[in-house]
């Protein structure tokens, strides 16, 4: 579901992607156990296409499970040849994705 330029995942709803760029940011976050701030790296996509349709967001994530899916995709911008079917299944520590690769016939 985009939330003006950035595509916000929710729960069990599917979202189709095809991304034009990608870059890994530092960001400082509150850690939800110990409630101190914390730095860690978040993938960063530009998203051209959302459910068919073209759009200019972003799309991010700090999941290093999500990050593994992936990653195969990052080297060399292979994901531009390819759409990405991503689903959030549960919350929190419990969250889990569900990733599908179909290819991109722009």
């Not at 110990?34 to 530009?46: D, F």
């Not at 990653?71 to 969250?95: A, C, M, S």
């Amino acid at each position: 579901m985009p939330l003006g330029n950035y595509v916000i995942l929710k729960t069990d709803v599917p979202e189709r992607m095809h991304f034009a760029g990608h870059r890994i940011e530092a960001r400082t976050v509150t850690d939800n156990v110990t409630l101190k701030p914390k730095e860690v790296n978040v993938l960063v996509m530009t998203v051209d296409r959302l459910n068919g349709a073209a759009v200019a967001a972003q799309f991010s994530t700090m999941s290093e499970s999500l990050y593994a899916q992936l990653e195969p995709y990052l080297k060399d911008w292979l994901y531009k040849n390819y759409e990405f079917i991503i689903v959030q299944r549960g919350h929190g520590y419990q969250t889990k994705y569900s990733v599908d690769i179909i290819p991109f016939k722009g």
